[in-house]
């Protein structure tokens, strides 16, 4: 029987569904199968009706939500006209890759399994469910579904005899070529290309606006641990309209003493320009690359050299290292048996495809050119909360940045490569463009003037919560609740005076937790508790809105924690019924969280009938209270804290 082609698509949001889809098509190709590899958002989907052979790769992103680059697709897939024959010729596949901590866990790649047999395709067979829990990672369920799913494809489609399987350690064909220019040209394409100052359209990905960065200002103490930044873009002219809850997307740059050390573990000469071309027709260049393009352009914006590699760029290092040692090791890194090992060399301490090139020196200045974007992957976009309104600040755009810096084992610190890379930028020295553009975000708040919103935000977490107070504010909505929590007043408080004079005005009523200023610590979810009363009369009785947002451990789950508490002290509900209060309030959308920071719903202990949350990372040992009871209790407000806070919500009665 004549081979068809095999078409792998993919819907990943930080890169990892990617990563497998391409994995995929290598194997594919070793297998002499025609391979198409694309996102779902950019396959045409009416086309499906005439695939034969199609294999998904679907990660599930926040709680339960599709990737951003299959969302269109998720819509047309689950419109109600589509007949259940329409896919009745497509025999296909389906690779989830979740986190079992989460309540959703592979909700995504389940449904979509559901709905394609619902349309008449036949299962190759069952749904593959990587889960990142697992102690090898996703590779442990991966690994042997791929093993199966290649033998059910050669048993219906066998490799033609003649030919035979290309051995794994024979690299494949790189995707593209670079063709070396001999001298520079004399129009700079790269100072044309992309990103503008004066766009034609909405900036976009493939057309981000180059916004004048105004402000970069440090909001921590000088003795505060972390170095904060208050960051303003001027957005004058660039087209863009954002809400509370939006995000902004900045493309980061590699610092310059990286790409020097790059080039040179290479042998590249960062300003030789190239031209890139396909070697197959049909597929296309990267758009974010001009043509031609410098070797240093490609460092510096495109290759994404500061991330932890994956397997498998050890898998097509070992493919092109000439070195015997050097290629026996990436072998081992690279195989099944190996990955504790690689966890354990890259994962842990976090070491970056720059620093594993220059531990594999002999490999490194080997690398063909041509395969420089087949190894790398692109330097993704990173997201952040919108921390201003519109409506306060016209014409400006403004975020609050965590730079993010820690220790390993490894003598150099590991450092975030966007947040880095913002803080070193210095308006004050001359002028600084940022390429960003801006996308919905997962929060969205109630347009009703008289609706409460309870918002907790410990942390950067405040950040969106400030761009919606300053939106209702200047809307003169009412009922707007801020629990905020950090380590010490005088160090990480951010935006203390705004908070206090919005206080004084009436506008908000606001709770703090500085979990350092006394012996035992205190955070937002222990305010919760103790505000029990307010919160339940605000929930169920006025219908407010509740909102979470933050990155801390296990701070989303302590708080749905904190909240079926206070349902069963206050609603007198039971363990069960709390929790299904709080699945219900998510599903009407009266509990939002940023969908980047995920809150698992609660279950319920067995043993004690209690409501207990599922953090990210739940397997490992919660702390507890000696003797290993439950979660150590909150501790309670001194007694003249609670009779002011009681006369603050009397004489706010009539506001609220």
């Known amino acids: 029987m004549p081979s068809p082609g095999l078409l792998v698509l993919f819907g990943s949001q930080t890169g990892t569904a990617q990563d497998v889809a391409e994995r995929l098509g290598r194997d594919a190709r070793r297998r002499r199968l025609d391979c198409r590899v694309q996102a779902l958002d950019s396959y045409s989907v009416v086309n499906l009706i005439n695939e034969p052979l199609v294999v998904f790769v679907c990660a599930t992103a926040g709680q339960g939500e599709p990737p951003d680059n299959m969302k269109n697709f998720w819509r047309f897939i689950f419109r109600k006209n589509l007949p259940s024959t329409s896919l009745c010729q497509m025999d296909f596949a389906v690779l989830g890759l979740g986190d079992s901590s989460y309540a959703k866990f592979n909700f995504v790649a389940k449904k979509l399994y559901r709905r394609l047999l619902q349309l008449g395709g036949s299962a190759l067979l069952p749904l593959c469910l990587g889960d990142d829990q697992h102690e090898l990672g996703p590779d442990a369920a991966v690994d042997p579904w791929l093993h199966d799913l290649w033998e059910k494809v050669l048993w219906l489609y066998p490799v033609p005899p003649d030919l035979g399987v290309i051995p794994t350690g024979v690299p494949l064909p790189s995707t593209f070529t670079l063709h070396f220019l001999l001298e520079a040209p004399r129009t700079c394409s790269e100072e044309q290309h992309g990103a503008s100052t004066d766009p034609q359209g909405p900036p976009s990905e493939w057309q981000p606006f180059l916004a004048p960065m105004v402000t970069n200002q440090r909001v921590t103490g000088p003795s505060h641990f972390q170095d904060v930044r208050l960051i303003e873009f001027d957005i004058t002219g660039s087209g863009l309209s954002f809400a509370a809850g939006d995000v902004v997307l900045i493309q980061p740059e590699n610092r310059a003493s990286d790409l020097g050390r790059f080039c040179q573990a290479l042998g590249l000469d960062p300003d030789q320009y190239f031209t890139l071309q396909p070697r197959e027709p049909g597929v296309p260049c990267p758009a974010q690359l001009p043509q031609p393009c410098s070797v240093r352009h490609l460092v510096a914006h495109y290759l994404d050299i500061a991330s932890v590699p994956r397997r498998s760029f050890f898998e097509l290092l070992a493919c092109l290292s000439p070195h015997e040692l050097e290629r026996e090791k990436l072998l081992q890194l690279s195989s099944p048996q190996g990955q504790e090992e690689l966890y354990s060399y890259c994962n842990r301490p976090r070491r970056t495809i720059l620093e594993v090139l220059c531990d594999f020196p002999h490999t490194a200045g080997a690398i063909p050119a041509d395969y420089l974007l087949d190894l790398i992957p692109l330097i993704r976009p990173r997201a952040f909360s919108i921390a201003s309104s519109l409506l306060a600040h016209p014409l400006r755009l403004q975020i609050l940045v965590a730079v993010v810096q820690y220790q390993t084992r490894l003598k150099e610190p590991r450092r975030g490569l966007c947040s880095s890379w913002l803080a070193s930028l210095d308006p004050g020295q001359g002028p600084v463009y940022v390429p960003l553009w801006v996308r919905p975000g997962g929060l969205t708040f109630p347009e009703t003037p008289d609706t409460p919103v309870i918002m907790v935000g410990p942390g950067t977490g405040v950040a969106p919560f400030r761009a919606a107070i300053q939106e209702r504010v200047a809307r003169d909505q009412t009922g707007n609740f801020l629990f905020f929590g950090c380590r010490w007043r005088d160090q990480d408080f951010y935006w203390e005076a705004e908070w206090l ?40 009785r006025q219908g407010a809105y509740f909102y979470l947002a933050g990155n801390a451990k296990c701070m989303p789950a302590d708080v749905s924690e904190a909240l079926a508490s206070v349902f069963q002290e206050e609603g007198g509900l039971s363990g069960p019924d709390a929790a299904n209060y709080l699945a219900r309030l998510q599903r009407t959308l009266r509990f939002q969280r940023d969908r980047r920071f995920p809150v698992t719903l609660c279950h319920i202990c067995v043993p004690c009938h209690k409501v207990h949350g599922l953090g990210s990372g739940w397997r490992s040992a919660r702390t507890r209270a000696p003797g290993g009871g439950g979660p150590q209790p909150a501790q309670a407000l001194p007694a003249s804290i609670l009779e002011s806070l009681s006369n603050k919500l009397w004489a706010l009665r009539g506001r609220f």
Request: proline share 2%; charged share 30%; net charge positive.
């Open 501 to 540: 004079q919005l206080e004084r005005k009436g506008c908000l009523m606001l709770f703090t937790a500085f979990s350092r200023e006394q012996e035992r610590k205190i955070y937002v979810q222990h305010r919760l508790r103790e505000l029990g009363p307010l919160v339940w009369d605000l929930l169920d």
